[in-house]
């Protein structure tokens, strides 16, 4: 992230991980909806700790790729949020991010979020903090606020400038509107003490969410990186257009009775086989592709 802004596509699994690898990527992000929705569930925190961090090193493991990570509302407390930094680091993890939602939480481009208190917030990004200083100091804990739609710009700002000083390495501002707001945030944050290990330019690092049919118009990445972001996430772009495909084909196949009309669309088994790093009569190498 130093070097730039980092675009980092969702993976919902494995193979996915994969082909996030081979099209070049430095990075794989663990979406929360993505993997909700992968188990046929919405994404209002049903899913357990041990559930994400199962995900996280099929993904990590299969792609070799620095693995970004959504942690919801942390699992609980205090506690379970020190054990989601624990569990997720020791899955191939090399960060997360927790959000100031009240539970059950919702997507971050809903309407009807509740916040919880600034000082909890607080609590839980402190604990988090301690947890990754006792595993070394790499692993980067990120604070997302969804403040945005819910008590407005200023807040917003106010909210993740406290979450840097409970020892936040990353801010994430969820739902914002447009180009302008990204700035202000990042302009406003820019003035803060960078964390140890932070940005050159000062303040903490910033993540953007750039998902699809939500709040925020879609921004290219050189934008968000002329505006001070470090990273950008994709976070339900790839499950989207896979179960876009899906649901096509189930529409041939139940109307056809065959899956001739669906065939151009499909991935080839030569294909799916490189991508697996797998030639049928040999013996295959693990772990992972050859990236790019």
């Not at 942390?74 to 939602?101: K, L, P, S, W």
Request: hydrophobic share 45%.
């Amino acid at each position: 992230m130093r070097g730039g802004a980092l675009g980092i596509p969702g993976a919902f699994n494995g193979l996915v991980g994969r082909a996030v690898a081979k099209a070049g990527f430095g990075a794989a992000y663990i979406s929360g909806a993505a993997v909700s929705a992968s188990a046929g569930v919405p994404d209002i925190g049903l899913l357990t700790l041990d559930h994400f961090a199962r995900v996280i090193r099929e993904v990590a493991d299969a792609s070799g790729l620095p693995i970004l990570a959504d942690a919801d509302t942390g699992f609980g407390e205090g506690e379970m949020v020190t054990r989601a930094v624990v569990e997720y680091a020791r899955a191939g993890a090399g960060g997360f991010h927790i959000e100031d939602q009240e539970f059950p939480k919702r997507c971050g481009h809903l309407d009807g979020k509740a916040l919880i208190g600034v000082g909890h917030m607080q609590e839980k990004v402190q604990r988090a903090a301690t947890a990754r200083d006792a595993l070394g100091g790499t692993f980067v804990v990120c604070a997302r606020t969804d403040a945005r739609g819910v008590e407005g710009m200023d807040a917003a700002i106010a909210r993740a400038s406290a979450y840097v000083e409970a020892g936040a390495d990353m801010i994430f501002p969820e739902g914002l509107q447009s180009e302008a707001e990204f700035a202000q945030v990042a302009a406003a944050l820019r003035r803060l003490r960078a964390p140890a290990g932070g940005p050159p330019s000062g303040g903490p690092y910033l993540l953007a969410n750039m998902t699809e049919f939500g709040k925020t118009p879609i921004i290219p990445l050189s934008r968000f990186a002329a505006m001070g972001y470090h990273a950008v996430i994709f976070p339900v772009s790839t499950l989207r257009a896979a179960m876009g495909a899906v649901e096509a084909l189930l529409a041939n196949l139940h109307r056809d009775g065959h899956v001739e009309a669906s065939l151009g669309g499909m991935q080839t088994r030569a294909d799916l086989y490189g991508l697996l790093g797998y030639t049928p009569g040999k013996e295959w190498a693990f772990p992972g592709p050859t990236r790019g």
